[in-house]
């Protein structure tokens, strides 16, 4: 029997590589199972005076490659989970990112995401069940850590 297949998607500030390698884990876990396939968000995430996370500022994927899947504010290019926002910067970029992922890399059983991505994933989840998706067939969703977006 063939492994599940899983995209998975990201949190912000993280990359398919630093992802990755936080999901080391379950990874080894479900070697057998499910293959785990990383996206990279398009979006390139920059510090504006703020104080590094410490997780993400060392080791392969680190602080130099951070990303992001959409941004809450325009101006400052920035995410904030709380924020009320009119409009989200970068979301329909994403959305043809992952498009373009399950044409080429699919097809996928499932989609897992974590954070901004649990939001995002919830999102295309929607797009689907609206058939406005027509290139998403994923059977099951695993959201972890994430939040309704404002």
């Given at each position: 029997?063939?492994?599940?297949r899983?995209?998975?998607?990201?949190?912000y500030?993280?990359?398919?590589?630093s992802?990755?390698?936080?999901?080391?884990?379950?990874?080894?876990?479900?070697?057998?199972?499910?293959?785990?396939?990383?996206?990279?968000?398009?979006?390139?995430?920059?510090?504006?005076?703020?104080?590094?996370?410490?997780?993400?500022?060392?080791?392969?994927?680190?602080?130099?490659?951070?990303?992001?899947?959409?941004?809450s504010?325009?101006q400052?290019?920035?995410?904030?989970?709380?924020?009320?926002?009119?409009?989200?910067?970068?979301?329909?970029?994403?959305?043809?990112?992952?498009?373009?992922?399950?044409?080429?890399?699919?097809?996928?059983?499932?989609?897992?995401?974590?954070?901004?991505?649990?939001?995002?994933?919830?999102?295309?989840?929607?797009?689907?069940?609206?058939?406005?998706?027509?290139?998403?067939?994923?059977?099951?969703?695993?959201?972890?850590?994430?939040?309704?977006?404002?």
């Open positions: 029997m063939a492994p599940l899983v995209l998975c998607i990201h949190g500030r993280q990359n398919s590589s992802f990755r390698e936080k999901t080391g884990a379950l990874r080894k876990l479900l070697k057998k199972q499910v293959e785990l396939v990383y996206l990279s968000a398009p979006h390139s995430v920059i510090s504006s005076g703020e104080a590094p996370e410490r997780e993400n500022s060392s080791g392969p994927g680190g602080d130099e490659d951070r990303r992001g899947w959409w941004f504010d325009v400052a290019r920035s995410f904030n989970a709380q924020q009320q926002c009119e409009e989200s910067l970068g979301l329909d970029e994403s959305v043809a990112v992952v498009r373009e992922a399950v044409k080429v890399q699919g097809p996928f059983d499932g989609i897992l995401g974590f954070s901004q991505g649990a939001a995002f994933v919830a999102m295309l989840c929607s797009l689907q069940e609206q058939k406005l998706e027509s290139d998403f067939s994923f059977r099951f969703a695993i959201l972890v850590a994430g939040f309704l977006s404002a």
